[in-house]
Structure formats: C-alpha cells, structure tokens
C-alpha cells in the first residue's frame, strides 16, 4: 500500500509541474550492465543570475517493475535509498562568462580535430564535468567524468574511467591550436595486452568560410597512443576538413598515416560499450589491442550526415585501415517520420518515426562488389537496431528499441517515456561527428 502510494504522489506531482514546463523521462535503463526501470523530471531554468544556469530534478527508480520504490539515481557504490529526500538532485549546473565556461550535466559528444583519437566519444547516459578556462592564453580544457547521484547523504559516482584534458590557443584568421591528453584510470583494463593507458593529440583547425550557410573548415591532426607501462607506443597524423550546408547536410573525411601500434579514432561512441564487454570477458565484443596493428599503412575515413526537420534524419560513416584487423567498418542511422495514414471508418495509423540503425566491422567490400548483398551486409560482425518513436502530448514521446547482435544471437530491447525528444538521434555507436 505503501508503495502505490508513493507512485501515486509521485504522478500528481509531475501531473502539477508539467503544465510549467519541467522535462520528464519514465522506462527502462541499462547502466555497466544493470538494468533499473527510472522515473525522472527536471526543471531547466537559464540565467538565474546573469551567467548561472540551473537544471534541478527528482529521480526514483526500480530494479524490477513493482519492485521496492528507491530514491536518487542509481550508484553501485552506495546502498539504494528509500527516503523521499534523497530523489531531489541536481541535473545540471553551468556557469560561463568571458572567463570560464563550466558545465555540470549529462555527457556531449566529444571530438578533436579531424578524429584521430577522440572521434565523437560518449558514454550515454552518464554525467560529468566539463570545463574551458580562457582567463590567459593558451587557454585550459577538462573532462571530469563524475556525477552526483545523491544530495542528501552526498554521494558521487565516477561515471567513467577516460578522463582528458588540455590547452587551447586561438591564432590569427580564427585558427584554432589544441592540444589534449588523455587517460584511461581503469588499471585492469590497462593490464590487458595492448589495451593503450594514454593517448595525446594536436590539432591545428583553420575555417576558410565559417558562415551559417556555408561552412569549409579544414584540419590537421597528430596523434599517440601508449600502454600503461610505454613498452608499445603508436603515432597516428592526417589531414581532413568538415563541409556543412546550413543545418541540413555536413559531410567530414581526411587521410590518415599511422604507425604500427595505433589504431585511428580509437575513443568513439563505441568505446565504453566495448570496454564494458572486454571486463565482461565477451568472447565477440572486445576493444582492439593496438598492437594489432602491425605495420604502419595509409587508410581513409568518409562521413555524412543529412537531417532535414523532423522528416529525416540519415548518417553514415566509412573508414578503411588496411592493416587494422577491425576495419573496414560501416556504420549508419536511419530516422523517418511516418504521417498520419487515414483509412477512413476503419480508423488509421498514428504518426509515428520508424529509426533503424547499422554496425559492422571487417565490412566485406569485395563481398558486396561481387554481389552477395546477404552475405556482406548480414553476418557474424553485424549489430543492427531498430526502433520506433510515438508522439504522445507535446513534446512527450514513448521510444522503443530493440537490438541484435547477430554473433551472439541475442536480442535486446527497452522503451522510454521522454518529453525532451530530440531528433538528433543517441545511441551505441551512432554518434553524429
């Protein structure tokens, strides 16, 4: 009794706040492999005071539907909670003036340059700090991967291993100077053969046009990656540049040169999915050691995206490194919006977006040249995702996912409620630069 009456409070509570513009997300979630069933609402406010931004919000969870009602966000590293009190918290805080510019809040994508090492990064669903200081010059950048899960006792959770930072320096003619370290703090996946500790790049970014219409930016990049120990080290550098018409259509892509013991973009949106499979010991989903790559080669990589209101969302990306066992891979994102059909006395279908998403490694080019279409894009190596997105009120929609993964034969699948609906797309390995 005691518990449908907390849900019950709980649902006219967000019944009363969500005519004033709170944010609310509802379904199931999966975090390092754990899987709870979330209801949460926040308030975003801008400029509480000139330059201070607030996004306040309460969170409860469970760990199986109509299992015991617990309060906060969930942290491995703490007992669940059962007092009210202890679902307020905090989604985001951002302070930023000429000075400084730093953001408490949920993960972005990251990059640098053209993508060498850190090629649109993220692990989703988790928070961090994130910062640029421009007090002096060169300038000074961080990523903290941290979170607080709890105010009331106070209690954080590191969200992630893979901490970097550095120094920015802005040149004449709007270039752009960056240089970046980073560092994987996990030792016990450090300690597996070839798995690199710390990675550093540099990057020079000139934008020859940089209107809204049109965008032209090339770049170059250097790049390493090292082991724990820095027995096995590898260098990477390229050239490449971003292309972008308005919001609809960016295309991106450069030449690579690598050595032997590097592996290009190697921190991309699917890295923190691997490195949980690789701690699990998953004999199919593993992250490359870098000695893999046992002889330095040129190699390419090619993406696009094109995103045209809310009808369409495409994505598609290509790389090719010859002496990298992984590559080729193929990724892509399709997002359609499906209208209203009306089939008169016999009712209709609702609108909705049907989304499908796309993953393989050691693409099989020649195996598609040769026409076996079933056998290049349908195999071991294949995970694919298929989803649908039903608008409900507003901005309120319900979105459902199922994925498989075809070396596993295993299917998975989640739904959530979310009244923030983003038509740029989050997912596995679909990020979008």
């Known amino acids: ?21 709170p944010e609310l997300r509802f379904g199931s979630l999966e975090m390092d492999n754990s899987s709870y069933f979330i209801y ?20 409860m969870y469970q760990d199986e539907i ?31 003036n000429e000075l400084f510019d730093v953001r408490y809040g949920m993960m972005s994508y990251y990059s640098k340059g053209i993508g060498l090492l850190l090629d649109a990064y993220r692990k989703p669903n988790s928070w961090a700090f994130d910062g640029k200081v421009t007090l002096f010059q060169p300038g000074l950048s961080f990523h903290v991967p941290f979170e607080i899960t709890s105010l009331n006792p106070f209690s954080t959770l590191n969200t992630s291993s893979l901490w970097f930072g550095g120094a920015f320096l802005k040149l004449p003619l ?4 960056d240089a970046t370290f980073l560092w994987e703090s996990n030792s016990e996946l450090t300690a597996l053969p070839g798995i690199p500790a710390y990675g550093s790049t540099l990057s020079l970014s000139l934008p020859i046009i940089n209107w809204k219409l049109i965008r032209i930016i090339p770049s170059a990049e250097a790049a390493l ?19 972008s018409i308005l919001d609809l259509l960016w295309v991106k892509g450069g030449l690579v040169y690598y050595s032997s013991n590097f592996i290009p973009g190697y921190y991309d949106g699917d890295y923190e999915y691997k490195k949980l499979k690789t701690l699990e010991g998953d004999p199919d989903i593993q992250l490359t050691p870098i000695t893999d790559a046992t002889q330095s080669s040129m190699g390419w990589f090619i993406k696009a995206n094109v995103n045209i209101g809310n009808m369409l969302v495409l994505r598609a990306a290509l790389n090719s490194y010859n002496t990298i066992p ?6 892509g994102y399709l997002r359609v919006r499906i209208p209203e059909i009306d089939l008169g006395r016999y009712g209709g279908v ?3 977006y049907a989304e499908a998403g796309y993953y393989q490694s050691m693409f099989p080019m ?12 349908l195999n071991e190596n294949t995970r694919f995702i298929f989803g649908a997105i039903y608008p409900l009120t507003g901005d309120m929609v319900a979105h459902l996912t199922i994925g498989y993964n075809p070396s596993i034969n295993d299917w998975d699948w989640g739904i959530v409620f979310d009244s923030s609906f983003d038509i740029s797309p989050d997912g596995m390995w679909l990020a979008g630069e």
């Open 1 to 21: 009794m005691k518990k449908k009456l907390t849900v019950v409070v709980f649902v006219l509570l967000v019944g009363a706040l969500f005519a004033f513009g």
């Open 40 to 59: 949460m609402f926040h308030y975003p406010i801008t400029d509480v005071i000139p330059g201070v931004d607030v996004d306040l919000g309460f969170n």
């Open 66 to 96: 109509g299992g015991t009602m617990y309060f906060g966000r969930p942290n491995p590293d703490t007992p669940d909670s059962t007092s009210f009190i202890n679902g307020i918290s905090i989604y985001g805080i951002r302070v930023h």
């Open 174 to 177: 709007n270039m752009l100077f």
């Open 225 to 243: 990656l090292a082991t724990s120990s820095f027995d096995t080290i590898g260098f990477g550098a390229g050239v490449g540049g971003r292309f």
């Open 326 to 331: 992984t590559s080729p891979i193929l990724k």
């Open 350 to 352: 609702p609108e909705f």
């Open 366 to 377: 020649g195996t598609l040249l040769a026409g076996d279409w079933e056998g290049a894009l």
